[in-house]
């Protein structure tokens, strides 16, 4: 099969083929199916200098006109819903209705931001003087998504980046940049030129993003290796941040829940996206008094879950992402394996071409396991067993992460006490993941800084400026 290359970056509002290729995989298969434009340094100079030079007519358009081109964009990816989602199962691996989660839900994140308003705040206002703080657009921003929900991440950037009324040069991971750059070609004819650019390539090109001196702003998700190695270079010249980082969130299950019930719904909070969310459970704390039936539920259900292609019907699981990530996860399973930690389902990579790993379940691996200290990002849980409610906040609360985490328990009251004691940017009760463009979402501690969502997402891309007007000028 010879390797697909109409892909073509958007600069300017033009297509750009770009001057060198690289290759993109089917994690499923292995083998490289696609090209997409290796971006040069030249042709980067080119998209930054066309955000720029559209900034100006962009930021004072109407913001009901830029609410408008944001309606336009989430119906042109309805539009294109199926042929979007089959290729991001192509190129990311999860199952075609996960994929068409991801597009729809990028739709729905340009729509529902469209719905918000940028705030005024009038903090004076007497015989003496007028006070307004306004928000400004910020400029230039860099918008940098990972590999794992590469359409709807981006909407988390682009949506309110464009509603505040900044231009952006959007960079999706090497791994996954098919769908990025297909998705900004089809809103080409709705978006004007240079407003939203689109650029792929190696591992060369985010430092060069980051450290552009066109850029004003940049907003990252990915993990906290690479975030601390964006800030850095954002500091020489104070270009603001917004860092969505990695976690490593605990789901604390307490012993009144319905174990049959709840099996499932903590199977998925784990192992949906084969694990690859920032937000999964990547540690299950389990009360002492269920940890025996619910262990058995847990495995029960594994057995059921069919791992496999993302383009093949009924697959529920599949591939990790990329060799890297592949070769991470099969490190931790390794070492879990040389400790002695005991396994309950899984733990053996399958001779398959691709990317997979069989869902893997640890039963009680000591606190200071890599596999519970460090963020797996694959199909791997470690199940752990509780006593003391103190002693299972401390242990959720000892990392450097502050992601989120989630409680579940049919008592509302003792779950909220137990949730106000997690140092998390977000907490769930009795459910995980659940995402509203409405609602503020970011890390605490080293899981990220500011956020995205809501009000708050924002103003992340908003410069506040405040006006003071004297009213009592005696030469006025
Ligand atoms: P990554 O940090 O390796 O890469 C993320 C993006 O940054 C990619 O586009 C990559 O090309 C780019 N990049 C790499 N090096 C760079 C550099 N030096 N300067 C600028 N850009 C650079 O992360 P990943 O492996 O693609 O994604 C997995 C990580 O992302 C996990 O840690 C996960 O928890 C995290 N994540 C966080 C959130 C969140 O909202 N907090 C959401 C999804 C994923």
């Not at 903090?123 to 230039?140: F, L, M």
């Not at 954002?234 to 829940?257: C, Q, Y």
């Not at 719904?265 to 920032?278: D, H, K, M, R, Y």
């Not at 949730?419 to 659940?434: K, P, S």
Request: glycine share 8%; with cysteine; aromatic share 6%.
């Amino acid at each position: 099969m010879s390797a697909d290359t109409k892909f073509t970056m958007t600069i300017n509002g033009k297509a750009v083929t770009g001057a060198e290729k690289f290759g993109v995989e089917n994690p499923a298969t292995a083998e490289v199916f696609a090209e997409a434009p290796n971006c040069t340094q030249a042709e980067l100079d080119e998209a930054v200098a066309a955000a720029r030079a559209a900034l100006p007519a962009w930021r004072k358009t109407p913001i009901e006109k830029r609410k408008e081109v944001m309606l336009a964009i989430a119906g042109v990816i309805g539009q294109h819903g199926e042929e979007l989602a089959r290729l991001l199962t192509q190129e990311q691996g999860k199952p075609f209705e996960q994929a068409m989660g991801d597009v729809l839900g990028g739709a729905h994140w340009f729509a529902e931001t469209a719905k918000l308003d940028i705030p005024e705040v009038v903090s004076q206002d007497d015989e003496e003087r007028y006070t307004v703080t306004r928000y400004e657009p910020i400029g230039v921003v860099a918008a940098i998504v990972p590999w794992n929900f590469p359409i709807i991440l981006a909407a988390f950037k682009l949506a309110p980046a464009l509603l505040a009324g900044n231009t952006i040069v959007l960079k999706p991971a090497p791994t996954t940049p098919l769908t990025t750059l297909r998705l900004v070609e089809l809103i080409r004819d709705v978006v004007p030129a240079g407003v939203l650019n689109v650029v792929s390539g190696d591992d060369r090109l985010g430092p060069w993003l980051t450290g552009h001196s066109g850029i004003d702003k940049i907003s990252f998700t990915g993990s906290t290796q690479t975030g601390r190695k964006v800030m850095e270079g954002a500091s020489k010249e104070l270009k603001k941040v917004t860092l969505e980082l990695g976690g490593n969130d605990a789901a604390i299950v307490m012993p009144d829940v319905n174990v049959e019930a709840v099996a499932q719904e903590l199977f998925w909070a784990a192992f949906q996206n084969t694990g690859q969310i920032c937000i999964a459970t990547k540690r299950m704390y389990v009360h002492k008094d269920i940890y025996e039936p619910l262990k058995a539920a847990l495995v029960e259900y594994a057995k059921t879950v069919k791992v496999g292609d993302g383009s093949q019907q009924g697959t529920q699981i599949g591939p990790i992402q990329n060799k890297a990530q592949y070769q991470r996860v099969l490190d931790l399973i390794q070492d879990s394996k040389d400790k002695g930690y005991k396994f309950l389902i899984g733990g053996e990579a399958s001779s398959a071409p691709g990317y997979f790993v069989p869902v893997t379940i640890l039963d009680n691996p000591p606190e200071d396991a890599r596999i519970v200290q460090e963020e797996q990002f694959g199909p791997v849980l470690p199940l752990m067993s509780f006593d003391n409610l103190d002693e299972v906040v401390t242990r959720a609360n000892d990392t450097i992460y502050g992601l989120g985490a989630s409680v579940w328990s049919a008592d509302l009251a003792k779950a909220q006490e137990i949730a106000d004691q997690l140092e998390t940017g977000t907490v769930w009760i009795n459910e995980t993941q659940h995402l509203s463009p409405h609602a503020s979402f970011g890390g605490a501690k080293q899981s990220g800084i500011g956020s995205e969502g809501g009000e708050h997402g924002l103003l992340e891309f908003c410069q506040a400026k405040t006006t003071n007007i004297r009213r009592n000028a005696t030469f006025a």
